[in-house]
């Protein structure tokens, strides 16, 4: 099940203003990751999911490592959603060991964190992905929020997922990939890997790929 779409971005707030300008919506403040050089916006969607607004944090001039999601050089991408995450919960040691043992590596499960908007600190499990990821960012990573309160519970609502597919030259090698991990996901053919999302609410739509 869906977790959350990532939308990395070279300038946080601009994708937040250019978020509100179309959907009448504003993504709030998630919170800052202490020492990964990122901070985040949030926007809830239905099921349980929700749209992360990620990029460089000017607060955090020295990160420890580099930046996720291929963030330390944009090229002319700009925004972008390179990545996606699916919900694991306590199975997802067992979903990494079949997935690696059908010939995927998707990444060894590490705990992470950040620090909220209120200065509490949320903490959980993830996939931490080998950049680049798998199929173009089309495998996507895991996630065990564990008793962690989820992040859609608390950020802004009132916008819907209205489509959201992969697109890949070689849809036989993703849906092999995606059984084995135990995910589903809408796949059309394209030229190159690409996710796409189309999120609605009260002012309009935006599409992001």
């Not at 919506?25 to 607004?53: K, S, W």
């Not at 620090?115 to 680049?132: C, E, K, N, Q, S």
């Not at 059309?188 to 999120?199: F, N």
Request: aromatic share 6%.
């Amino acid at each position: 099940m869906l977790d959350h779409i990532v939308l990395a971005t070279p300038d946080v707030q601009a994708s937040v203003a250019e978020i509100e300008a179309a959907i009448g919506l504003r993504p709030e403040l998630g919170g800052h990751f202490p020492g990964r050089g990122v901070y985040n916006h949030l926007l809830a969607l239905q099921d349980d999911a929700y749209l992360e607004i990620i990029g460089p944090d000017p607060a955090q001039q020295n990160p420890e490592g580099p930046l996720p999601f291929g963030m330390d050089d944009f090229g002319d991408r700009g925004a972008h959603v390179p990545h996606w995450c699916c919900k694991a919960g306590a199975e997802i040691d067992q979903r990494v060991a079949a997935a690696r043992e059908a010939g995927y590596d998707i990444g060894e499960v590490r705990p992470l964190g950040r620090v909220l908007a209120d200065g509490t600190r949320l903490d959980w499990r993830l996939t931490r992905t080998i950049w680049p990821p798998l199929l173009g960012g089309l495998m996507p990573f895991l996630i065990d929020w564990g008793d962690a309160r989820h992040p859609s519970s608390t950020a802004v609502k009132g916008a819907r997922l209205t489509s959201w597919h992969g697109e890949h030259p070689n849809l036989d090698a993703v849906r092999e990939a995606h059984a084995a991990l135990g995910v589903e996901l809408e796949l059309r053919e394209g030229p190159e890997p690409a996710l796409v999302a189309v999120i609605e609410g009260p002012g309009g739509a935006i599409t992001l790929r």
